[in-house]
């Protein structure tokens, strides 16, 4: 049978096999940890300690201050040394809980454990959630909590959990269906439980097949299907795969929540299973540290907070002239200028890199690749001119703001076009106009 897919986008190097085959390691903590207090889409947590202050591994340190937040947690035991802004991997200082490990790895109490999770209910399950600070895994970091609380006039039917991990270089989440499935299925059955969904499909892409092999032998009995989806990127966008798997399109400017469906990556899926059954909040993550420059790629659980240079060290360090600190994967991942920057819970991988460099960029040839490769059916050479000369009202007409920023359109440009710069800037400005406006 045919793998299920989207229409267009590309088939970029996988670079996987650098990694794929490595079970995690745990890297022990660092002496320090530098927390971000805003690690997640929404509103930064607001500190709850202060200078001097003793904390646990898994004491609430930030609190969310709103629905779209998430609550934060120490990551390890020690002596809180300052809450300052300090450097962060999305470009700007953030208001951060430094703390100075102990060493003693000291827990804080783990309260009740519930003797059968599945038997707790969806509001029940959305708290326990929320209280661990569980946001999407995947990159994103939108709070978890929030996604299993779908509209009343918006009824789920199905949750699509996403083990595509389409991106080059990454195997985190190909390693955790390996190696924790039962965590993965049970939390995909909370899931389904909190939002009052039916159906369970577990989407994952044919190159790996030990995975799908599994998933589908430790789903058997549960109700849960696993489908087969082409490698593709980008395969694991959520309105690609909803596309593929349940041939349902997200309206433009739409949720998932628009079509019944709820998707929660693989790691999500994990970490609220660890979050509802034994009490786990979010301290601390899967990632990938590869790339040709890496002198050992590795699978690895990483405290948050922990900074990439000891990451990076644990993988015996930079080999050859690598030229690029990226934090995600090759496509849509964030460059970094210093390897000083904490990882936080949307962390999915450190990769290192040595990138072409030629900095000419050349005339549009109205070759057409964009459009044929973008899989959101935009006009990327189109919309980039519109924003290099400021008509934003038009850019927002030809669908600037449904771009994913999935880099597709640049990657195959024979222009060398920087098309996700310009788009991205556009967005930007359109929403910053619309603030001002309602202002
Ligand atoms: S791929 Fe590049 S050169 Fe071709 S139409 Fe798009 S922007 Fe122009
Ligand atoms: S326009 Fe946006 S969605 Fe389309 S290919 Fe480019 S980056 Fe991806």
Known sequence: MRAKTFPR??????????????????????DKVYIPLHQHFGAPAKSLVNKGDEVLVGQKIGEAPALFSADVHSSVSGK?????????????????????????????????????????????????????????????????AVKLSPPKDKPIDTVIINGCECEPVLTADHRLMLEFPEDIINGALLVRKATGAAR???????????????????????????ETVKTKYPQGAEKNLISAIL??????????????????????????????????????????????????????????????????????????????LIMGGPMMGLSQWTADVPVIKGTSGILLWKMDR????????????????????????????????????????????????????????PAKIPLVHWIRLGKNKIISIKKKKSA
């Open 9 to 30: 986008g590309i088939h970029p190097p996988e670079f996987k096999s650098l990694s794929e085959h490595l079970a995690f390691e745990t890297l022990p903590a660092p």
């Open 80 to 144: 809180v040394l300052a809450v300052e802004p300090y450097i962060h991997p999305a470009g700007r200082p953030v208001l951060s809980v430094a703390i100075q490990n102990n060493g003693e790895d000291r827990r804080v109490d783990p309260g009740d454990i519930p003797a059968d999770p599945t038997a707790l209910s969806a509001e029940e399950i959305r708290k326990k959630v929320k209280e661990a600070g569980v946001v999407g895994m995947g990159g994103a970091a939108f709070p978890t």
């Open 200 to 226: 369970i499909i577990i989407g994952v892409e044919n190159n790996k097949k030990d995975a799908l092999d599994l998933l589908r032998k430790k789903a058997a009995g549960t109700g849960i299907e696993v």
């Open 247 to 324: 041939k349902r399109e997200v309206p433009k400017g739409g949720l998932p929540f628009d079509v019944g469906v709820v998707v929660q990556n693989v790691a999500t899926a994990k970490a609220v299973w660890d979050a509802v059954a034994r009490n786990l909040p979010l301290y601390e993550r899967p990632l990938t540290v590869s790339g040709p420059m890496v002198t050992t790629p590795k699978n690895l659980i990483v405290r948050i907070g922990t900074p990439f240079q000891a990451v990076l060290d644990s993988c015996g360090g930079i080999n050859g002239e690598a030229d690029t």
């Open 358 to 413: 030629s900095p000419r960029e050349y005339a549009c040839i109205r070759c057409s690749r964009c459009v044929d490769h973008c899989p959101m059916g935009l006009v990327p050479t189109q919309i980039m001119k519109l924003v290099k000369y400021d008509h934003l009202e038009k850019a927002e007409t030809w669908g600037a703001q449904d771009c994913v920023e999935c880099g597709s359109c640049q990657y195959g440009c």
